[in-house]
């Protein structure tokens, strides 16, 4: 508490004084360089609300905040003071951080282009003269190799850009950025040939495998996904993606012709129902019943078959999950819910 009491009249000082636009405006004309003042219209200073310090710094430095006109558009100006006695090593890092929050708080409020924002260091310490570097580079082992980095463009993998002969030749990463080049525009089968070729060299463990699979079920186009799915299985000669794959197809198959039977057994429900009102309608009471005993019987039927592909349901889902497949994927696939999935597996 003390610490904080002492440095709280430098504070108030420092902010009192330099938040008054005109004694702001004389500070800036002596003291920002020649080459940054020139870009500066020091007349259209406006104090900007709210700090960039963290908390636990707050009680040995202060910060302001002006935005202004400069030649290439709208600026800021960041004025830091340091009240601590021993000055900090790496002030020039924590001044550029401040000056990034500040670009960041900027486009926040809509603005599409970074602002300048000229960051500045007011020292009143008991070393004399201020002992470090104020350029934040300097606090690099190799500085020289840190301008190069911070300086230039920063590398970019853009695998759109990348033949996909280069791509397969990637070893473990090959299957990744193939998928991720192609995943939103081309059915999958297009790219299946270079898929098989990744598989044959044998560099995607079955764990990944299982993992790319799933991203291709979630994300992939494919206008016959079983299609797909059994010709990477002929074409790839390793046996444990052959049997994933051969799995896999299986279950699509098999959950397209659950839905077939069951829209279909629908159908031909609701148009026995209709017509069987239409024939009691028409008969009378008397033939009405024998009809609705029929009916009776006939969704008795249906109901058990309806019970009966529930159970294969739950069979292929058991099996998908053992496969390997997320719980969210085999949900989307066999369409029983995450609860349902989770009472198959206790």
Known sequence: MEQIASHSPHDAVFKHLLSQRA????????????????????????????????????????????????????GYIYILIEHQSSPDRHMAFRLMRYAIAAMQRHLDKGHHQLPLVIPLLFYHGRTSPYPYSTRWLDGFPQPEMAERLY???????????????RLVQHRRVAMLELLQKHIRQR?????????????????????????????????????????????????????????TLMNIAHFLEERGRKEGILQGMKAGIEKGLQKGRREGRNEGRREGRNEGRREGRNEGRNEGRHQGLQEATQRIALAMLDEGLEPSQVAKLTGLSQQQLAKLRH
């Not at 020091?42 to 900007?48: S, V």
């Not at 300086?151 to 002969?165: A, C, K, M, N, Q």
């Not at 990944?208 to 991203?215: A, E, G, H, W």
């Open 23 to 74: 004694t702001a405006r004389d500070f800036l004309h002596i003291h920002l360089p020649k080459h940054l003042r020139e870009q500066c219209d020091l007349r259209t200073l406006q104090l900007e609300s709210g700090s960039f310090i963290e908390e636990d710094l707050r009680a040995s430095h202060s910060d302001i905040l002006y935005s202004l006109k400069t030649h290439g558009g709208e």
């Open 151 to 165: 300086s230039r463009s920063f590398p970019l993998i853009d695998v759109t850009e990348i033949p996909d002969d």
């Open 187 to 243: 059915d999958l089968m297009d790219i299946s040939e270079q898929l098989v070729r990744i598989l044959s060299l044998g560099y995607t463990t079955r764990r990944q495998f299982k993992t790319l699979l799933n991203y291709m079920l979630q994300a992939g186009n494919a206008a016959d996904p079983v299609a797909f799915l059994r010709k990477l299985a002929q074409k790839t000669p390793l046996k444990p993606h052959k049997e």
